[in-house]
């Protein structure tokens, strides 16, 4: 069975220092991979999504990058963090199918202070 | 740009009463999918239901769509306080990239 993986959980980072949340898949190949943040109260953003190694697309612009070094590792990254970067970043993945069906980790809660 | 919204914003019931929230997109879609978040958690998929598909029931959850209102409605049957959560709807537009609403915040009172 497919899994998701994404760490750390709980991030308190002071402003301007550099950011990194690691997300791994398992149980599949050449899976889409997505990163969405959440505002406290407020819908999914999508950051980020992946098509396969080394394609990334960015939805917003924004403080932040992400890379896929491997085919079933998703990044995301910034060098200096703003106040603004708050919130529950979710990693998410989805097959090749057309359905678009998302299967989502469990979180990465980042303050910024 | 966010896809869909859901309606109401909040909603607060009597364990055993039935729940019911809607959600209302833009663009024209191949599916629209139900989500499910607790607090501090990631999203879970709920059910699917396809552009030529008008309802659809996985145990308690009925979900129907109607696309000439380009609107869609979960109902959750005979609520439980384990049913406490956010629910999200979300559609995959052209790119097939589910794009989200901010949600209708569920509590059931035991």
Redesign the interface.
Known sequence: SQTIH?WPATLVQPVGSPLSLECTVEGTSNPNL?W?RQAA????Q?LF?SVGIGQISSEVPQNLSASRPQDRQFILSSKKLLLSDSG?Y?C?W?GTS??????????S?LTVL | SQQGEEDPQALSIQEGENATMNCSYKTSINNLQWYRQNSGRGLVHLILIRSNEREKHSGRLRVTLDTSKKSSSLLITASRAADTASYFCANPGGSYIPTFGRGTSLIVHP
């Open positions: 994404q997505y969405y109260g407020r819908g999914l999508l999504y529950f979710l998410a989805s057309n359905t678009g069906e998302l299967f989502f980790g469990e979180g809660r």
